[in-house]
């Protein structure tokens, strides 16, 4: 049953922005779902970073209960693997995965999110 709430409260979104909602009232159906439909690979942030960056992904809710094998590999500007950052079944969610770039030079670097047929590419970089 939707019971919906009234009075002043904090609401944040992915970013971490925090939006104050005063003396609203906010109702949310109980049977929308919280999971994304899609895959998708977001930039980083911050971008530039130095030396730590986060990467943020969403694996979809398919079927219920499935998980999908998910690689998530960053790259130098020559195309060598510099790091496997995920290499597991993942259930349908929104993930964060740190990246430390410390023992790596200033420059551009890539990051590729692999699930099936799936593959996106974002560039970063790291400055020193």
Same mark, same amino acid.
């Given at each position: 049953m939707n019971q919906p709430y009234s009075g002043s409260s904090y609401?944040? =979104?992915h970013l971490g922005v925090?939006? @104050?909602?005063? =003396?609203g009232v906010l109702d949310v159906d109980a049977e929308?779902?919280?999971y994304p439909d899609e895959?998708?690979? &977001?930039?980083? @942030?911050?971008n530039p970073f130095n030396p730590e960056t986060m990467i943020e992904y969403t694996v979809p809710s398919i079927v219920s209960n499935i998980t999908a094998f998910v690689?998530?590999?960053v790259y130098d500007s020559l195309g060598n693997e510099i790091?496997?950052?995920v290499n597991e079944d993942k259930s349908a969610g929104n993930y964060e995965v740190r990246f430390d770039g410390t023992s790596l030079?200033?420059?551009? @670097? &890539? @990051?590729k999110l692999i699930a099936g047929n799936y593959s996106e590419t974002k560039k970063m970089m790291l400055i020193k």
């Open positions: 609401c944040s =979104d925090l939006t @104050y909602l005063k =003396d929308s779902s919280v895959f998708k690979l &977001f930039q980083n @942030y911050p690689q998530l590999k790091a496997t950052l030079p200033s420059g551009i @670097y &890539f @990051y």
